[in-house]
Nanobody
Framework: QVQVVDSGGGLVQAGGSLRLSCAASGRTFSNYAMGWFRQAPGKEREFVAAISRSGVGTAYTDSVKGRFTISRDNAKSTVYLQMNSLKPEDTAVYYC?????????????????WGQGTQVTVSS
């Protein structure tokens, strides 16, 4: 089992920045690809960003490319999502997830362990 705890959400004005963090425990962190997903009210959960086990490979949904950066620190068993130039449409609950793929997968079903979610609200 892997326990995943995500944090760092909050209320920010459009154009601002937030950094989300996700701490994992229970098994060897570097054995898992990590991803961030989000879910806005009334919408399905969608992929945001992912990072490979080694941290070399990353993937982003088109709407966040150039604004969001995913990174990981395997020594600290933590993955980060730096979000810049935030827009009101980025408002959602953000979920961190761990999965057994070696690469940065965007597929929901490739992730087995999920955090509880952290709310990000961007005001216009």
């Amino acid at each position: 089992q892997v326990q995943v705890v995500d944090s760092g959400g909050g209320l920010v004005q459009a154009g601002g920045s937030l950094r989300l963090s996700c701490a994992a425990s229970g098994r060897t962190f570097s054995n898992y690809a990590m991803g961030w997903f989000r879910q806005a009210p009334g919408k399905e959960r969608e992929f945001v960003a992912a990072i490979s086990r080694s941290g070399v490979g990353t993937a982003y949904t088109d709407s966040v490319k150039g604004r969001f950066t995913i990174s990981r620190d395997n020594a600290k068993s933590t993955v980060y999502l730096q979000m810049n130039s935030l827009k009101p449409e980025d408002t959602a609950v953000y979920y961190c997830a761990a999965g057994g793929r070696t690469y940065a997968s965007s597929r929901f079903n490739d992730y087995n362990y999920w955090g509880q979610g952290t709310q990000v609200t961007v005001s216009s």
